[in-house]
Nanobody
Framework: VQLVESGGGLVQAGDSLRLSCAASTRTFTRYAMGWFRQAPGREREFVAGISWTGVSTYYGDSVKGRFTISRDNAKSTVYLQMNSLKPEDTAVYSC??????????????????WGQGTQVTVSS
């Protein structure tokens, strides 16, 4: 079982990026998925979560209004569209999935499966 993220990179403040996370099994399409991020020296931070249907979403306060999470279950993929990026968004972004955890659970300990992460760096 694997989650593989892509789409990270180096951008300037105000730019946009779209991250993708592909799951290796279609089983995950029945589970909530989400994104966390971790900057050097800081704890993991919840970014966004989405229900398995894609109807319900939840965002961390620091990204609300700028980031959008979505999913395409036919492709077993979840996306994170990041707009108006700021230097403080610099972090390693990891997608997560869990068969039980609800999409709005911000506790990283509740999410079982993690991708390897993709680096996002925003310069000022």
């Amino acid at each position: 079982v694997q989650l593989v993220e892509s789409g990270g990179g180096l951008v300037q403040a105000g730019d946009s990026l779209r991250l993708s996370c592909a799951a290796s099994t279609r089983t995950f399409t029945r589970y909530a998925m989400g994104w966390f991020r971790q900057a050097p020296g800081r704890e993991r931070e919840f970014v966004a979560g989405i229900s398995w249907t894609g109807v319900s979403t939840y965002y961390g306060d620091s990204v609300k209004g700028r980031f959008t999470i979505s999913r395409d279950n036919a492709k077993s993929t979840v996306y994170l569209q990041m707009n108006s990026l700021k230097p403080e968004d610099t972090a390693v972004y990891s997608c997560v999935v869990d068969p039980i955890t609800e999409y709005d659970n911000v506790d990283p300990r509740k999410w079982t499966f993690w991708g390897q992460g993709t680096q996002v760096t925003v310069s000022s």
